[in-house]
């Protein structure tokens, strides 16, 4: 089976500082990797997905997420963030061959600070 | 196309009552999935379309749950006799393939007092 943990629940930081969203999952077969984000009372919408090719993977709003295959790893980063980046965030697999359903993680609370 | 649609937003019930929520895809995707999330928890699946077809349902899904997509186009959850468990966000998501991005609608809150 798959999973997917989300190392930090909340990340508390303030604006323009650096963020990293730490994200491992867990799986015996190949997996498609998102990041999502979810505004108060909103649905989720995409920040990015690694599907293959480059590691390195860029999104909106400035996030970017590397994929490590060695550390089963796909960890959000952005350089500098802004009060509006205040979300809930969500790391998701989808398995190769299975539909296209989302496995997600608990999420991480991201809360900027002026 | 105004994206995935959801109705209603909120839904308060009683313990016992059946409750049906309604999801109106993008219209030219072909994938509809339900999720449900409860507070603090990431969305979990419940079940997905191909078209019409479900082809697949998760263990979460009792068999006081039903979905259907009648026509490939919109489609409904109901819950039968439901239960202060059940109360959570129920999340519906449309895609036009496998593993391409899935855009998901604003949610329907079911409170079950």
């Known amino acids: 089976a798959q999973s997917v943990t989300q190392l930090d629940s909340q990340v508390p930081v303030f604006e323009e500082a650096p963020v990293e969203l730490r994200c491992n999952y867990s799986?015996?077969?190949?997996?498609?990797l998102f990041w999502y984000v979810q505004y108060p009372n909103q649905g989720l919408q995409l920040l990015l997905k690694y599907l293959s090719g480059s590691t390195l993977v860029k999104g909106i709003n400035g996030f970017e997420a590397e994929f490590n295959k060695s550390q089963t790893s796909f960890h959000l980063r952005k350089p500098s963030v802004h009060i509006s980046d205040t979300a809930e965030y969500f790391c998701?697999?989808?398995?190769?061959?299975?539909?296209?359903?989302?496995?997600f993680g608990q999420g991480t609370e991201l809360s900027v600070k002026p | 196309d105004t994206g995935v649609s959801q109705d209603p937003r909120h839904k308060i019930t009683k313990r016992g009552q059946n409750v049906t929520f309604r999801c109106d895809p993008i219209s030219e995707h072909n994938r509809l999935y339900w999720y449900r999330q409860t507070l603090g928890q990431g969305p979990e699946f419940l079940t997905y379309f191909q078209n019409e077809a479900q082809l697949e349902k998760s263990r979460l899904l009792s068999d006081r749950f039903s979905a259907e997509r009648p026509k490939g186009s919109f489609s409904t959850l109901e819950i039968q006799r439901t239960e202060q468990g059940d109360s959570a966000m129920y999340l519906c998501?449309?895609?036009?393939?496998?593993?391409?991005?899935?855009?998901f609608g604003q949610g329907t809150r079911l409170t079950v007092v």
């Open positions: 998701a697999v989808s398995v190769y061959n299975q539909g296209g359903k989302l496995i």
């Open positions: 799986s015996s077969v190949s997996v498609y």
């Open positions: 998501a449309s895609s036009n393939g496998v593993h391409t991005e899935a855009f």
